[in-house]
């Protein structure tokens, strides 16, 4: 008999389960999708916007920097939370990592549920907006050959920085202990996860948070 986490249905279940959450940001579920580079982030927070019939999603590499690879709080919240928690669509800018500078905008259209998926989603400011917090179980330096195959050579230097501003945000902003969902970042499975009493505690919207 399958693993009842290996089912075709495990995602849409998944779905149902945030859908019922009490919202957390004004009428919004928000949800975060955090894991390390490479770890399958995206593509898993497509699956899952899928499943809730085309979920906005906002890609945390857009409001990143080459010079602020972590400081995007300021322009997630003033451009994204804000807007959703007042009950209006939200915009933000895109930042083009070949031209270095930030070209249009994304609409993130107010939704029952709205994902983020980037490393440091789940990060310390962000939490008091999410109704949930997902992480994709991959190791680091397994994430990141991942991501250095699919970049290639030309990008192994900054693959290096990464890496080294990464495991710093990590080490003082940890967001695997706060997440109630886990999913293996190689088979895209859901996992049984332990819930600890970080993820227990209530999460709510506090635009003054951050």
Same mark, same amino acid.
């Given at each position: 008999m399958p693993d009842?986490?290996?089912?075709?249905?495990?995602? &849409?279940?998944l779905a149902?389960?945030?859908?019922?959450?009490?919202?957390?940001?004004?009428s919004v579920r928000l949800v975060a999708v955090d894991g390390h580079a490479g770890s399958g982030k995206t593509t898993f927070a497509g699956r899952l916007a899928a499943a809730l019939a085309g979920a906005p999603v906002v890609h945390l590499d857009d409001l990143a920097t080459h010079t602020e690879l972590f400081e995007w709080t300021g322009r997630l919240r003033e451009q994204v939370l804000e807007p959703l928690a007042a009950g209006r669509d939200a915009e933000h800018l895109v930042y083009d990592w070949t031209l270095r500078r930030f070209e249009g905008a994304a609409r993130v259209p107010l939704a029952p549920v709205v994902l983020v998926e980037g490393v440091g989603a789940g990060r310390r400011e962000? =939490?008091?907006?999410?109704?949930?917090?997902?992480?994709?179980?991959?190791?680091?330096?397994?994430?990141? =050959?991942? &991501?250095?195959?699919?970049d290639g050579p030309e990008l192994a230097g900054f693959w290096a920085r990464w890496a080294r501003a990464e495991?710093?945000?990590?080490?003082?902003?940890p967001s695997r202990?706060?997440?109630?969902?886990?999913?293996? &970042?190689?088979?895209?499975?859901?996992l049984p996860g332990t819930v600890g009493e970080p993820s227990t505690s209530p999460l709510t919207c506090d635009i003054t948070r951050i």
């Open positions: 009842a986490l290996d089912a075709p249905d495990a995602v &849409g279940a149902a389960e945030l859908r019922a959450l009490p919202p957390s940001c004004g962000v =939490r008091p907006w999410l109704a949930r917090v997902i992480w994709m179980e991959l190791e680091a330096a397994v994430a990141r =050959r991942r &991501g250095e195959e699919r495991a710093a945000h990590f080490a003082v902003d202990p706060y997440a109630a969902t886990r999913v293996d &970042g190689v088979t895209g499975r859901i």
